[in-house]
């Protein structure tokens, strides 16, 4: 799993920071939605075959434009990988 955290790191510690992955993954792994609210943060999530690229924000984010990001990851990774 890849991740980037601007700032300052809301998880410093990486036991943190894996239990936060570890439950977002549980918590998405057989769901339907794209958009989610976990841990206080949004989570917007796109499933390609078998990757899952997540985006995370905090609450007050607007989710449309993390959805849009996903979806440009999404699309930008389909064009590499061709």
């Given at each position: 799993?890849?991740?980037?955290?601007?700032?300052?790191?809301?998880y410093p510690a990486l036991?943190?920071?894996?239990?936060f992955e570890k439950g977002?993954?549980?918590?998405?792994?057989?769901?339907?939605?794209?958009?989610?609210?976990?841990?206080?943060?949004?989570?917007?999530?796109?499933t390609e075959s078998d990757?899952?690229?997540?985006?995370?924000?905090?609450?007050?984010?607007?989710?449309?434009?993390?959805?849009?990001?996903?979806?440009?990851?999404?699309?930008?990774?389909?064009?590499?990988?061709?």
């Open positions: 799993m890849g991740n980037n955290y601007p700032g300052a790191n809301p036991k943190d920071q894996k239990a977002l993954l549980e918590k998405t792994a057989k769901s339907t939605n794209d958009v989610i609210l976990y841990d206080n943060r949004i989570v917007v999530y796109k990757v899952m690229l997540y985006v995370v924000g905090p609450a007050d984010e607007n989710e449309i434009m993390l959805y849009n990001v996903v979806l440009a990851l999404r699309d930008s990774l389909n064009i590499l990988l061709k």
